[in-house]
């Protein structure tokens, strides 16, 4: 059954970011994910800022996905990663 989730952490530049599941089964090498980037604000609020932000790789394993992406920001900004996943194909 497809849901989404999100994380929250801080980068710039070049990131990797990886984040666990609890839920068993609900990930696994053939899961399709999604992943978009938003700054957000000082109460958790996404904003529309001057930095681009770019995912570039998203890689789903059984209980994780890592995905790697790029701030363009010299200093490190408040990031939520929106994350969908859906059931692998020919479920």
Known sequence: MPFS?????RAHRIFTQGVEFTLPGALTP???VMVSL?????NGDPFIGAAT??????APGFGF????GEIDWDD????????FIADPPGF
Not at 53 to 58: A, G, L, T
């Open 53 to 58: 932000m770019k995912i570039y790789n998203v």
């Open 65 to 68: 996905v890592n995905f790697r």
């Open 38 to 42: 938003t700054e957000i604000d000082s």
């Open 5 to 9: 989730t999100f994380t929250t952490f």
């Open 30 to 32: 053939n899961s399709i």
């Open 76 to 83: 490190d900004l408040d990031i939520r990663a929106n994350i």
